[in-house]
C-alpha cells in the first residue's frame, strides 16, 4: 500500500522553474519565466502559495535560466513560512530530465508543479487522499476539457475498468477522451526508478515526463485521474502573461491593480490595468487592459492590451 504521510508537512513540494522561455520573450531575456508578476507577486510565489495551504513547508525548486534571481529573491523561503532549497538543471533536456535532477533532494512523496502554468483548483487535497488508497502511487491532476486542440497541445489519459490510468497519450493526434493532463503531480518517490529509464524522443530529442509515467504504471504502480483543476493558464508568450494577470485581476473584483509607488496623473484613464510601483503614467494617457511594470514612463496617448517594460512596449493580440 502507498503510505499517505499521516501529516501533509512530511509531504515535499516540488516546482519546475529552470527554463528559458524563449516564446515570451523579451521578458524572459531580463526575469526567469516563473518570476514574471501575476498581480502583486511572481507566479513562483502564487505555486509556493498553494502549497503550503495544504500543509507543505518542504519545497525544492528546479532553477536553470537566471535562476540566481529566484534564489536571491525567495531564499530559504522564510518570508513564505516554508522551507526552500534548490537543484539546478544545468541543460534543458525535457520534464524528466528536470524531475531525475531532484533525486538526491527527494526522498518522500512530493506534489509537482510546473513552473510556468496558473492553476485555479478545487479540493487540491482530494489529491492527497486519493493517493492514500490501496494501490495508488501517483495521482494526476486532469481536467475536463472541450477543445480538442487544447488535448493535442497537452496529454491525455485512457482509463481501465477500475478508473486507473492505463495510458498515458503525449500529444494525442485524435484525442479519444476529454480528459487532458494539467501539468500538476503526486508520486511516489519509486517515480525515480521509471524516469532513469526514460529514453530521449525522437522528436523532440528530450526526456518526456509522460513516458516515465507510462514505464511507472507498466511496472505495475497504480495511477490514479484527479479531476482537481478548473483552470490552468500556460505561461508561455506574452498575451498569456497579460490575459492572466487580467483574468487574475477579474476574480478579484477590481477594476484596476495600482500598486503603492506608481505615479498616476490625475486627467490619466485606466481601466483594467496593472500598474507596478515605481511606474509613471502622465496627464492625458489612456490606458486599456495594459500592464505596466515598475520603472516605467508613459507620457501620452492611447494604448491597448501593451505590455510595458523595460522600454519596449509589446502589443498582444
Given at each position: 500500500m502507498?503510505?499517505?504521510?499521516?501529516?501533509?508537512?512530511?509531504?515535499?513540494?516540488?516546482?519546475?522553474?529552470?527554463?528559458?522561455?524563449?516564446?515570451?520573450?523579451?521578458?524572459?531575456?531580463?526575469t526567469?519565466?516563473?518570476?514574471?508578476?501575476?498581480?502583486?507577486?511572481?507566479?513562483?510565489?502564487?505555486?509556493?502559495?498553494?502549497?503550503r495551504e495544504?500543509?507543505?513547508?518542504?519545497i525544492?525548486?528546479?532553477?536553470?535560466?537566471?535562476?540566481?534571481?529566484?534564489?536571491?529573491?525567495?531564499?530559504?523561503?522564510?518570508?513564505?513560512?516554508?522551507r526552500?532549497?534548490?537543484?539546478?538543471?544545468?541543460?534543458?533536456?525535457?520534464?524528466?530530465?528536470?524531475?531525475?535532477?531532484?533525486?538526491?533532494?527527494?526522498d518522500?512523496?512530493?506534489?509537482?508543479?510546473?513552473?510556468d502554468?496558473?492553476?485555479?483548483?478545487?479540493?487540491?487535497?482530494?489529491?492527497?487522499?486519493?493517493?492514500?488508497?490501496?494501490?495508488?502511487?501517483?495521482?494526476?491532476?486532469?481536467?475536463?476539457?472541450?477543445?480538442?486542440?487544447?488535448?493535442?497541445?497537452?496529454?491525455?489519459?485512457?482509463?481501465?475498468?477500475?478508473?486507473?490510468?492505463?495510458r498515458?497519450?503525449?500529444?494525442?493526434?485524435?484525442?479519444?477522451?476529454?480528459?487532458?493532463?494539467?501539468?500538476?503531480?503526486?508520486?511516489?518517490?519509486?517515480?525515480?526508478?521509471?524516469?532513469r529509464?526514460?529514453?530521449?524522443?525522437?522528436?523532440?530529442?528530450?526526456?518526456?515526463?509522460?513516458?516515465?509515467?507510462?514505464?511507472?504504471?507498466?511496472?505495475?504502480?497504480?495511477?490514479?485521474?484527479?479531476?482537481?483543476?478548473?483552470?490552468?493558464?500556460?505561461?508561455?508568450?506574452?498575451?498569456?502573461?497579460?490575459?492572466?494577470?487580467?483574468?487574475?485581476?477579474?476574480?478579484s473584483?477590481?477594476?484596476?491593480?495600482?500598486?503603492?509607488?506608481?505615479?498616476?496623473?490625475?486627467?490619466?484613464?485606466l481601466?483594467?490595468?496593472?500598474?507596478?510601483?515605481?511606474?509613471?503614467?502622465?496627464?492625458?494617457?489612456?490606458?486599456?487592459?495594459?500592464?505596466?511594470?515598475?520603472?516605467?514612463?508613459?507620457?501620452?496617448?492611447?494604448?491597448?492590451?501593451?505590455?510595458?517594460?523595460?522600454?519596449?512596449?509589446?502589443?498582444?493580440?
Amino acid at each position: 500500500m502507498s503510505r499517505i504521510p499521516s501529516n501533509r508537512s512530511e509531504l515535499q513540494g516540488v516546482i519546475l522553474a529552470a527554463g528559458k522561455g524563449t516564446r515570451i520573450q523579451p521578458f524572459s531575456q531580463q526575469t526567469p519565466k516563473p518570476m514574471l508578476p501575476i498581480l502583486d507577486r511572481p507566479l513562483l510565489v502564487w505555486q509556493i502559495e498553494a502549497m503550503r495551504e495544504l500543509g507543505i513547508r518542504d519545497i525544492v525548486v528546479v532553477i536553470g535560466h537566471l535562476g540566481h534571481q529566484i534564489v536571491s529573491a525567495l531564499g530559504d523561503g522564510a518570508k513564505l513560512g516554508v522551507r526552500l532549497s534548490y537543484v539546478e538543471q544545468e541543460t534543458m533536456l525535457g520534464i524528466a530530465h528536470a524531475v531525475r535532477q531532484l533525486e538526491p533532494a527527494v526522498d518522500r512523496p512530493f506534489l509537482l508543479f510546473l513552473g510556468d502554468i496558473f492553476f485555479e483548483t478545487r479540493n487540491l487535497g482530494s489529491m492527497l487522499e486519493m493517493y492514500g488508497r490501496e494501490g495508488v502511487h501517483g495521482v494526476l491532476a486532469v481536467k475536463r476539457e472541450p477543445s480538442k486542440d487544447a488535448i493535442r497541445r497537452n496529454f491525455t489519459v485512457d482509463l481501465d475498468e477500475r478508473g486507473f490510468v492505463r495510458r498515458v497519450i503525449e500529444k494525442p493526434r485524435d484525442p479519444r477522451t476529454d480528459l487532458k493532463g494539467c501539468g500538476l503531480y503526486l508520486f511516489h518517490p519509486n517515480i525515480f526508478d521509471a524516469v532513469r529509464r526514460t529514453p530521449r524522443t525522437a522528436l523532440r530529442d528530450e526526456y518526456e515526463l509522460t513516458d516515465s509515467i507510462q514505464i511507472f504504471i507498466d511496472y505495475g504502480y497504480g495511477v490514479l485521474p484527479a479531476e482537481v483543476v478548473e483552470r490552468d493558464l500556460n505561461l508561455s508568450t506574452p498575451s498569456d502573461l497579460l490575459d492572466l494577470n487580467l483574468h487574475v485581476l477579474s476574480k478579484s473584483g477590481r477594476a484596476n491593480l495600482v500598486q503603492d509607488g506608481a505615479e498616476v496623473a490625475p486627467t490619466a484613464r485606466l481601466s483594467r490595468c496593472v500598474v507596478h510601483a515605481g511606474a509613471k503614467i502622465g496627464a492625458g494617457v489612456e490606458l486599456d487592459a495594459c500592464l505596466v511594470l515598475g520603472g516605467e514612463l508613459i507620457g501620452g496617448g492611447r494604448h491597448v492590451r501593451t505590455i510595458f517594460s523595460a522600454g519596449q512596449p509589446v502589443i498582444c493580440k
